[in-house]
């Protein structure tokens, strides 16, 4: 593990379903941030957070609702989402000042919308 | 345009071949560049990083920037069946990350 932990690893939902992805890390870092990645495509900031306080909202659907209840945690809320929201969603975290040490990724969950 | 331009392959090599992976970008400001490699199933994790415009050598692998084109590259000497993975290059700037679309690398035995 790299040190960010994401939950659930695979996830299969139905366009009426409600759930939550969460991402955790104790690697001390203060920015958190949620990316989605499809094939054949850049990876997709979705969300930013720095020291808890949402920074960027990369224009994502209200359909994706994040959470941050402190600088370890990181949640999506998830609720009618539609088939083209399958996708590998990916949890990282950094210390905002620099990319030196770049960012630290989890093992994404893998949505299925059905 | 995108932002970070990448070949997502895939790239086949015989075991021992250098592989060379490459990238172009357009934003000047971009700074700092990163290549990370994704195993199958994995997320990314952070291969190597170049501060402006230059080469760096990590063991087998070599990144190598050139600013004036907006160019990336890395290479991979003696490339290994382990380094069969997707690469993606990154570029940074005042907390913009900007990532390809990744390149899909097999190397067989």
């Known amino acids: 593990e790299t040190g960010v932990t994401q939950t659930p690893r695979h996830l299969v939902m139905g366009m009426t379903n409600k759930k939550s992805l969460k991402c955790e890390q104790h690697l001390g870092h203060n920015a958190m941030y949620w990316y989605k990645q499809s094939a054949k495509k850049p990876l997709e900031l979705m969300f930013v957070y720095n020291f808890k306080e949402q920074t960027e909202n990369n224009s994502v659907p209200s359909r994706f609702s994040p959470e941050c209840p402190n600088s370890s945690h990181l949640f999506l809320h998830l609720h009618t989402l539609q088939p083209e929201d399958s996708a590998l969603y990916l949890c990282?975290?950094?210390?905002?000042?620099?990319?030196?040490?770049?960012?630290?990724f989890g093992s994404g969950t893998r949505l299925t919308v059905v | 345009q995108k932002e970070v331009e990448q070949d997502p392959g895939p790239l086949s090599v015989p075991e021992g071949a250098i592989v060379s992976l490459n990238c172009t970008y357009s934003?000047?400001?971009?700074?700092?560049f990163m290549w990370y490699r994704q195993y199958s199933r994995k997320g990314p994790e952070l291969l190597m990083y170049?501060?402006?415009?230059g080469n760096k050598e990590d063991g087998r692998f070599t990144a190598q920037v050139d600013k004036s084109s907006k160019y990336i590259s890395l290479f991979i000497r003696d490339s290994q069946p382990s380094d069969s993975a997707t690469y993606l290059c990154?570029?940074?700037?005042?907390?913009?990350?900007?990532f390809g679309a990744g390149t899909r690398l097999t190397v067989k035995p």
């Open positions: 934003n000047s400001a971009f700074q700092y």
């Open positions: 990154a570029a940074y700037n005042n907390n913009d990350m900007r």
């Open positions: 990282a975290s950094s210390q905002p000042q620099g990319p030196g040490y770049g960012y630290t």
């Open positions: 170049t501060y402006s415009s």
